[in-house]
């Protein structure tokens, strides 16, 4: 079992800045692939960005390309997300999430756990 926390969440005026952070419990964190998804109210969870085991390799969605940069430190066990020139369409409850294999993904499927989600709330 794998525990995932996330923090780092709250309330940023249109083009601020957050990061978020995920630690996970286990010490094989560092052969897992990892992933952040959102949720706003009404909508479907949806891929932000993917890592993989050892941070050589990333993906993102369109929409948060150039802005958002997924990072991980396998030493602390923890992914981040930094996200900047953040806006109202980015308002969401925000999930880390990892899975058994060395690769991050954007289907939401493919993950093995997942955290209790952080809110993001960007005013306008």
């Known amino acids: 079992q794998v525990q995932l926390v996330e923090s780092g969440g709250g309330l940023v005026n249109t083009g601020g800045s957050l990061r978020l952070s995920c630690a996970a419990s286990r010490r094989t964190f560092s052969s897992y692939g990892m992933g952040w998804f959102r949720q706003a109210p009404g909508k479907e969870r949806e891929f932000v960005a993917a890592?993989?085991?050892?941070?050589?390799?990333?993906t993102y969605a369109d929409s948060v390309k150039g802005r958002f940069t997924i990072t991980r430190d396998n030493a602390k066990n923890t992914v981040y997300l930094q996200m900047n020139s953040l806006k109202p369409e980015d308002t969401a409850i925000y999930y880390c999430?990892?899975?058994?294999?060395?690769?991050?993904?954007?289907?939401?499927?493919?993950?093995?756990?997942w955290g209790q989600g952080t809110q993001v709330t960007v005013s306008s």
């Open positions: 999430a990892a899975r058994l294999a060395a690769v991050g993904v954007p289907d939401p499927s493919a993950y093995d756990y």
């Open positions: 890592i993989n085991y050892n941070g050589g390799s990333t």
